[in-house]
């Protein structure tokens, strides 16, 4: 059983499009995070999210809306694709948000934009 | 303001051992972790230091100084399936990871 599953795996699609991206994780964990991956490998976190509840929004356009139906879940949504959402999208969990908490990455969402 | 540094790419040789750097500045530090990401996967955890010290996990150590806002990845006897990128993460608080721009390991036979 994959512990954290997003879908899809791939997504091509064209400019001005709007797309969404989903997260599902199975282990109980109470946070769950957003990341982009540019093509120079640099991690970035967009969004953190407790218990359904945003905690971090790290100056990500407006774009982009995260929604978390419920603490397993964190999906994203993105209005008007631009040619520089072009990335690797990744969802996280870890177990309480706390500060010594280790982070479990599902397989990521290779996003292109054209 | 916070930043980490770690090498952009290290090469080394089968068999051998590699040492990956990471220095830190940041307000607010509870730990360093260390993930490993291969080319086209997801980041997975390796080791995680909170304390100045070696941990030690089979054939990874890591280790971390506070007072020198330093901490290193050791890998020993390489394999080629060591080749990836080795991110260092400091633990700012509760939800912040700040991550270092993640180092490429170049294993050659």
């Known amino acids: 059983d994959t512990a954290v599953s997003q879908t899809p795996k791939y997504l091509v699609t064209q400019m001005g499009n709007d797309k969404s991206i989903k997260c599902e994780q199975n282990?109980?964990?109470?946070?769950m995070y957003w990341y982009k991956q540019d093509s120079k490998k640099f991690l970035k976190i967009m969004f953190s999210?407790?218990?359904?509840?945003?905690?971090i929004n790290e100056t990500v356009p407006n774009r982009f809306s995260p929604k978390s139906p419920d603490k397993a879940h964190l999906n994203l949504h993105i209005n008007s694709l631009e040619l520089g959402d072009s990335a690797v999208y990744f969802c996280?969990?870890?177990?309480?948000?706390?500060?010594?908490?280790?982070?479990?990455f599902g397989a990521g969402t290779r996003l292109s934009v054209l | 303001g916070q930043s980490l540094e770690q090498p952009s790419e290290v090469t080394a040789v089968e068999g051998a051992i590699v040492q990956i750097n990471c220095t830190y500045q940041?307000?607010?530090?509870?730990?360093l972790s260390w993930y490993q990401q291969h080319d086209g996967g997801a980041p997975t955890f390796l080791s995680y230091?909170?304390l100045d010290g070696l941990e030690e996990t089979g054939r990874f150590s890591s280790f971390l100084s506070r007072s020198d806002s330093y901490g290193y990845l050791l890998l020993q006897e390489l394999q080629m399936k060591d080749s990836a990128s080795y991110f260092c993460?400091?633990?700012?608080?509760?939800?912040?990871?700040?991550w270092g721009a993640g180092t490429k390991l170049i294993i050659k036979p």
């Open positions: 999210y407790n218990n359904k509840e945003l905690i």
């Open positions: 940041t307000s607010g530090f509870y730990g």
């Open positions: 996280a969990s870890s177990p309480t948000g706390g500060a010594l908490d280790i982070q479990y």
């Open positions: 282990l109980g964990h109470d946070t």
């Open positions: 993460a400091v633990h700012r608080s509760n939800y912040q990871l700040i």
């Open positions: 230091n909170a």
